[in-house]
């Protein structure tokens, strides 16, 4: 069984910043992709951002130059770094590996203009 915990999310501005962090309680982002999904009001969830093992990365059209994705093995954590924030940004973000784990509770990201 493999918890993941999301946080660093909260209430900004349009332009702000913030940095998502994902940690799982073993080590599996060395071993799998792993991506940063997120979860509109009323909407499904939706990959934004992929990061591969090799260290590939890819972006949504509408976070490509703002989100980066990146990961610390020895800390068991996945990072989303999320420049010049939009309100369309807002939604509960969740990191999982592919092929998934259990979604562990996500963190709201709140974006006003």
């Known amino acids: 069984q493999v918890q993941l915990v999301e946080s660093g999310g909260g209430l900004v501005q349009a332009g702000d910043s913030l940095r998502l962090s994902c940690v799982a309680s073993r080590s599996i982002f060395s071993l799998y992709a792993v991506g940063w999904y997120r979860r509109a009001p009323g909407k499904q969830r939706d990959l934004v951002a992929a990061?591969?093992?090799?260290?590939?990365?890819n972006y949504v059209d509408s976070v490509k130059g703002r989100f980066t994705i990146s990961r610390d093995n020895a800390k068991n954590t996945v990072y989303l770094q999320m420049n010049s924030l939009k309100p369309e940004d807002t939604a509960v973000y969740y990191c999982?590996?592919?092929?998934?784990?259990?979604w562990g509770q996500g963190t709201q990201v709140t974006v006003s203009s």
């Open positions: 990061l591969s093992t090799g260290g590939s990365t």
């Open positions: 999982n590996t592919q092929p998934h784990y259990s």
